[in-house]
């Protein structure tokens, strides 16, 4: 890891900017200390749809999370919402 003055830094930051583009980090001093890293940029990670696509086509997966009943989201009884929970076990 490469180490470089402010300013240092500030008179060469293209020359700088190529070598971190390349993979190099270099880290950024004042006085001696370090005070911040260049870092090549990363690409930043998420889901890969089309792979989870043609992972469940190749393995013949139809419906990833099974069958959700049609009454999934009616709402709840009412004495099923009043019923008081049980108490809750002490260890």
Do not use: C, H
Request: overall charge neutral; cysteine-free.
């Amino acid at each position: 890891m490469t180490q470089v003055s402010i300013r240092e830094a500030k008179n060469k930051l293209t020359e700088l900017a190529r070598r971190v583009e390349a993979g190099e980090t270099i880290t950024v001093t004042r006085n001696g200390k370090p005070v911040m890293e260049l870092v090549p940029v990363r690409k930043k990670g998420g889901i890969n749809w089309e792979g989870l696509a043609a992972y469940k086509k190749e393995r013949g997966i139809t419906n990833f999370f099974g069958e959700i009943p049609a009454d999934f989201d009616d709402p709840l009884p009412e004495d099923f919402l009043i019923t008081p929970l049980p108490p809750f076990p002490e260890k």
